[in-house]
């Protein structure tokens, strides 16, 4: 039973337009959001988070949104750029520790 | 200049061999997890640990084993009875386990069974 869901395998975006991907998640005792971004064989890299008691937080490019009532946040990227080719990891935080999604593959359309 | 080192980046596993992967951070970090990835999967948990000589299973962690003697150091055994070792290892660490602590992740090391 996946309690973080990424529903998205991939995504393709033409390169200055934005990017929105999506998760979605089950447990309601998450309190702690994370974004990850992953290039092959590499470690995934901190992107940025947000505390279940925000619905916004803001990073340069980067924006994550949070809707708790629908168990629903995303990350905005605008705009977007060929670096960001990657896969993205939303993670959640529990009691057990993070749980991930399975990811989604952005992939920038020059 | 701080942060996770994992080693080997590729290793090669005989049938029923035991074979470990080694994780060390300098960030004076107090926790460490290991994670495992399989292609189109997320991360799953497989072992943590918040403090030097403990550590707890994660969701999977049938077929390894850990060890915690040193903060710095978080080694991972990868035994012959973990049936599909076949994966991406990814070693992370946060400075105490804390609820609302970011996780900082290794480079990973890929385990392949010959």
């Known amino acids: 039973d996946q309690q973080v869901k990424q529903n998205s395998p991939s995504l393709s975006v033409q390169e200055g337009r934005i990017s929105i991907l999506n998760c979605d998640y089950t447990?309601?005792?998450?309190?702690?959001f994370l974004w990850y971004k992953k290039y092959p064989a590499e470690g995934p890299t901190f992107l940025i988070s947000?505390?279940?008691?925000?619905d916004k937080n803001e990073d340069g490019r980067f924006t994550v949104f949070l809707n708790k009532s629908a168990k629903h946040l995303s990350l905005h990227i605008v705009p977007s750029q060929p670096g960001d080719s990657a896969v993205y990891f939303c993670?959640?935080?529990?009691?057990?520790?993070?749980?991930f999604g399975k990811g989604t593959h952005l992939i920038i359309q020059p | 200049d701080g942060g996770i080192t994992q080693s080997p980046k590729y290793l090669f596993r005989k049938e029923g061999q035991n074979v470990t992967l080694s994780c060390e951070q300098n960030l004076n970090h107090d926790a460490m997890y290991w994670y495992r990835q399989d292609p189109g999967q997320g991360l799953r948990l497989i072992y943590y640990?918040?403090?030097?000589?403990?550590?707890q299973k994660g969701d999977i962690a049938e077929g390894y084993s850990v060890s915690r003697e040193k903060k710095e150091s978080f080694p991972l055994t990868v035994t012959s009875a973990q049936k599909n070792p076949t994966a991406f290892y990814l070693c992370?660490?946060?400075?105490?386990?804390?609820?609302?602590?970011?996780?900082?992740f290794g480079p990973g090391t890929r385990l392949l069974v010959l």
């Open positions: 992370a660490s946060s400075i105490y386990g804390g609820p609302r602590e970011t996780q900082y």
């Open positions: 993670a959640a935080k529990g009691a057990d520790g993070l749980t």
């Open positions: 640990s918040q403090i030097v000589n403990d550590f």
């Open positions: 447990n309601s005792m998450f309190d702690y």
């Open positions: 947000i505390s279940s008691i925000k």
